[in-house]
């Protein structure tokens, strides 16, 4: 007894999946360079963002450097008459907020007490080791060199607590992730830059 053969039905149920299948719309090469562009910007933010990035700016402005703006190269204020402020110092502060500016924490979920308590403990540490250490580091009695050192330091590291805040970047980061793929194919979507504001 022969048994009848089922691959022509497996061929034609085959062949109907494969038609019910929606075909692709085409991409235009004005949405794909649209959608370059915006990626670039979202790269670009990000980058000033990180804490690596952060961390290497607030070196240079404690030794006392500016950015040029034109020529993106760091450029000591005041020329090189300018005394070095102390390679001990330096290393210790970016050593100290290495633990603060990192990604652990800018993606947590802190709230306002805790912020505060934070930033208590990071002024009380930099104010007792500046006054520990002023002679080791060559500073002396010199108090607004102190206390530009110590705004450098707690400027930048209010600013990644706040991002931290009720977790509000995690949230706009993972927000973002999850609309990357299907950016600039429906224009009434809210692109990857948009998750990024915190304004919105």
């Not at 497996?10 to 299948?21: C, E, K, L, R, Y």
């Not at 603060?100 to 947590?108: E, P």
């Amino acid at each position: 007894m022969v048994m009848p053969s089922i691959i022509p039905q497996q061929q034609s149920s085959i062949q109907s999946q494969q038609i019910a299948v929606p075909q692709e719309v085409p991409v235009s090469a004005d949405e794909l360079y649209a959608t370059y562009l915006q990626e670039e910007r979202v790269k670009n933010v990000i980058s000033q963002i990180s804490p690596d990035n952060q961390l290497l700016d607030i070196q240079w402005r404690i030794k006392g450097y500016v950015k040029n703006p034109l020529t993106q190269q760091w450029e000591k204020v005041g020329g090189d008459e300018t005394k070095e402020i102390s390679p001990l110092l330096v290393s210790r502060f970016i050593s100290y907020l290495s633990s603060l500016l990192n990604q652990n924490v800018t993606l947590s979920n802190l709230s306002g007490p805790e912020i505060n308590s934070i930033m208590n403990l990071v002024i009380e540490w930099t104010i007792d080791d500046l006054r520990s250490n002023s002679t080791i580091y060559n500073i002396g009695n010199d108090y607004s060199e102190r206390t530009r050192v110590c705004h450098i330091l707690w400027n930048n590291v209010f600013t990644a607590m706040k991002r931290a805040l009720n977790g509000m970047e995690s949230r706009r980061i993972f927000r973002a992730l999850s609309v990357t793929e299907n950016m600039g194919q429906t224009p009434n979507k809210r692109g990857l830059l948009d998750y990024l504001k915190v304004w919105k």
